[in-house]
T-cell receptor
Framework: GDSVTQMEGPVTLSEEAFLTINCTYT??????LFWYVQYPGEGLQLLLK?????DKGSNKGFEATYRKETTSFHLEKGSVQVSDSAVYFC????????????FGTGTSLTVIP | NAGVTQTPKFRVLKTGQSMTLLCAQD?????MYWYRQDPGMGLRLIHY???????AKGEVPDGYNVSRLKKQNFLLGLESAAPSQTSVYFC???????????FGPGTRLTVL
């Protein structure tokens, strides 16, 4: 069945460091891919998305490119800030399987000054 | 505009007790969802609703019931709580099926 695998955390970085959070997926057909962010004490918020191969989603300095050949959607940011400390979830939605969302386990990021 | 709200934020139950979690949204969304979040397992869909008066099972529906009597509210019920239902529960809504979902802040439930 459909699934998403994320790198395990927690991840701790210094401010202005480069961030990569790996995400790979298993799905038939052409799913849409998402990154959600959960700040402390809050619900999940959509960070960015990509709906077809080679699309790049971007928002708030974060980017992720939909790579069908490697079934990946890695999240990157060139210079993280303390305010980026949160839990990041990769997710997919597959129209071939009823459009249900499948979430990864989440990666906790802490950015220290 | 409050978005998606959940009541209560925290709850502790004893095994066998019952309770209802309330989700409310003010965005006039048709679809609403209940997820549970467990360590190392991501979010899993419990039940969802495609409109007032309709509900459907998700990935892990056993032990839960839901009702959508009003478009803006989606209730999740536990008739006889079990320790395995200790989790964080998230409600979400979307204007149509399984497109961008807007999440509530979550309810942390502990069953002793």
């Amino acid at each position: 069945g459909d699934s998403v695998t994320q790198m395990e955390g927690p991840v701790t970085l210094s401010e202005e460091a480069f961030l990569t959070i790996n995400c790979t997926y298993t799905a038939t057909g052409y799913p849409s891919l998402f990154w959600y962010v959960q700040y402390p004490g809050e619900g999940l918020q959509l960070l960015l998305k990509a709906t077809k191969a080679d699309d790049k989603g971007s928002n708030k300095g974060f980017e992720a490119t939909y790579r069908k050949e490697t079934t990946s959607f890695h999240l990157e940011k060139g210079s993280v800030q303390v305010s980026d400390s949160a839990v990041y979830f990769c997710a997919l939605r597959n129209p071939n399987t009823g459009n249900q969302f499948y979430f990864g386990t989440g990666t906790s990021l802490t950015v220290i000054p | 505009n409050a978005g998606v709200t959940q009541t209560p934020k925290f709850r502790v139950l004893k095994t066998g007790q019952s309770m209802t979690l309330l989700c409310a949204q003010d965005m006039n969304h048709e679809y609403m969802y209940w997820y549970r979040q467990d360590p190392g397992m991501g979010l899993r869909l419990i039940h969802y609703s495609v409109g007032e008066g309709t509900t459907a099972k998700g990935e892990v529906p056993d032990g839960y019931n839901v009702s959508r009597l009003k478009k803006q509210n989606f209730l999740l019920g536990l008739e006889s709580a079990a320790p395995s239902q200790t989790s964080v529960y998230f409600c979400a809504s979307s204007y149509k099926g399984f497109v961008e979902q807007f999440f509530g802040p979550g309810t942390r439930l502990t069953v002793l």
